[in-house]
């Protein structure tokens, strides 16, 4: 049996589910947002069962987990205190979800979890990059504003960008993005710089991105033709639905380099960003270990969904 740890109404599980019930491979769902589930059981005394939705599905029963948990995309703000409350409901489940990525860790899963919280780093992914031989954009790591401008004048006339460490949502539900910065603008915000390091690196003009999804040994490489518009040329997020995607065939050397990379994190499953520079060299931006893919699948028929639920349901050895 497959434990998912997720949400119901996730796309994502949707299309995993969708494959194990076509193959009649048991599965159960643990959804931290559907509060009409049977939850979680579990005594803490000698020899005691956690039970995972009922006596009927109890821990010991799993053979793989897949942990797909993810955050709500808008906040409740009503008042203070139903604020106070999420983030409070959400800090209980963590605790829950961390110990049974505990009990679990003997199982297959995608990804695991201390792998994936490593390869989630983005100062980790761009020294892992390098040091595996790949391109990465010049980057400054930092908060000190001072630094950050000299950062920028020494660009020699190309623009510099800024982007979090993690997503940046406010209750409105509107992301942050990678978004250009000069030194107008830094000097203008010393303060909000000063409040948390961030990422400011040195844009790389291109001829295209690449989102690469790798699957085990399986890549799906998926090319975005990020000149689309004004708003994609920065991030071509602001404009995912958009009509910009078209399969791409790697180069066999680079294919394997990618794999290579892809062992060293210790994933089974993650998306990579990678922008086209003019001269044809891929530079890496991100790694994504639990990356959304399901408008890749629907727009260029990647059978993503199903890789993930056969590995579920077969685990590698």
Not at 301 to 313: N, Q, V, Y
Request: aromatic content about 12%.
């Amino acid at each position: 049996m497959i434990l998912i740890v997720g949400h119901h109404a996730d796309p994502h599980v949707a299309s995993v589910v969708q494959s194990l019930e076509s193959c009649g491979h048991p599965f159960s769902i643990l959804d931290s947002f559907d509060r009409s589930s049977d939850g979680v059981h579990h005594q803490i005394s000698a020899g005691a069962a956690l039970d995972i939705g009922g006596p009927k599905k109890r821990l010991t029963d799993f053979s793989a987990v897949w942990w797909r948990q993810k955050p709500r995309f808008v906040v409740p703000t009503e008042t203070p205190a139903v604020l106070y409350d999420y983030f409070f409901v959400h800090r209980e489940w963590n605790h829950l979800i961390d110990y049974l990525g505990i009990e679990t860790a003997h199982m297959f899963s995608i990804n695991a979890r201390e792998k994936t919280a490593a390869a989630n780093n983005k100062i980790t992914q761009l020294k892992v990059a390098v040091e595996g031989g790949f391109a990465v954009p010049e980057s400054l790591i930092s908060n000190d504003v001072d630094s950050i401008i000299d950062f920028v004048s020494r660009s020699a006339g190309r623009k510099c960008v800024y982007k979090p460490f993690t997503p940046y949502m406010p209750p409105s539900g509107l992301i942050t993005f990678t978004s250009e910065v000069d030194i107008q603008l830094l000097q203008e915000n010393r303060e909000t710089i000063r409040a948390a390091p961030g990422i400011f690196q040195v844009f790389v003009e291109k001829q295209f991105e690449l989102r690469i999804t790798v699957v085990g040994s399986d890549v799906f490489a998926a090319r975005i033709n990020s000149h689309h518009s004004s708003n994609t040329e920065i991030d071509w997020r602001r404009e995912v639905f958009a009509d910009i995607y078209s399969k791409y065939e790697l180069d066999g050397t680079f294919r394997e380099k990618l794999l290579a990379l892809h062992r060293r994190f210790g994933l089974f499953y993650a998306a990579y960003d990678f922008i086209v520079d003019e001269t044809g060299t891929p530079v890496l931006l991100d790694v994504n270990p639990a990356g959304q893919w399901m408008w890749l699948e629907s727009r260029l028929g990647f059978p993503i969904g199903e890789r993930i639920a056969a590995a579920l349901a077969n685990p590698p050895e």
